[in-house]
């Protein structure tokens, strides 16, 4: 339900550490989501590399909005991610993901993290992701 996605689009408006790492919702579906984040300085760690937990952040922010955008709160059970490149410092980070499949308690996800500079896209990490469904209503106001 379209209202569904308005409770979680709101919601992610009040992240306050995705706020803090200027990550941007693009796009969102009921199978789908897109978000970005401009890679800053103060996101690199003491090899002058932007920090592996930076990356997770994203691909994480993007998995809490898909996972909980039916108005039925889900919390995650297992997270893997693997880093497949290190991305320059202040690309442009691009996080897309997916549902791939989903029960009455959990869902599976799949998340890939792009740095898009000169026009090119390149992989930097794949996240797998799998939530446990609750059955409570995010939104009381609003039908599950």
Not at 39 to 51: A, E, G, I, K
Not at 115 to 122: D, P
Request: with cysteine; net charge neutral.
């Amino acid at each position: 339900m379209h209202e569904h996605l308005d409770i979680a689009r709101q919601r992610f408006a009040h992240d306050n550490y995705a706020r803090s790492l200027s990550i941007v919702l693009d796009d969102l579906t009921h199978d789908t989501i897109r978000m970005h984040m401009q890679l800053r300085d103060d996101m690199l760690n003491w090899f002058s590399r932007v920090h592996g937990g930076v990356i997770y952040a994203l691909a994480d922010a993007a998995f809490s909005v898909l996972g909980n955008n039916s108005n039925n709160l889900a919390v995650a059970l297992d997270c893997s991610i693997t880093y497949h490149a290190s991305p320059e410092p202040g690309v442009l980070l691009v996080v897309e993901g997916e549902k791939l499949s989903s029960s009455r308690r959990t869902a599976s996800y799949i998340f890939k993290v792009y740095m898009e500079q000169n026009a090119k896209r390149t992989i930097v990490a794949t996240m797998k992701s799998l939530s446990y469904r609750t059955g409570k209503p995010i939104d009381h106001s609003v039908a599950q």
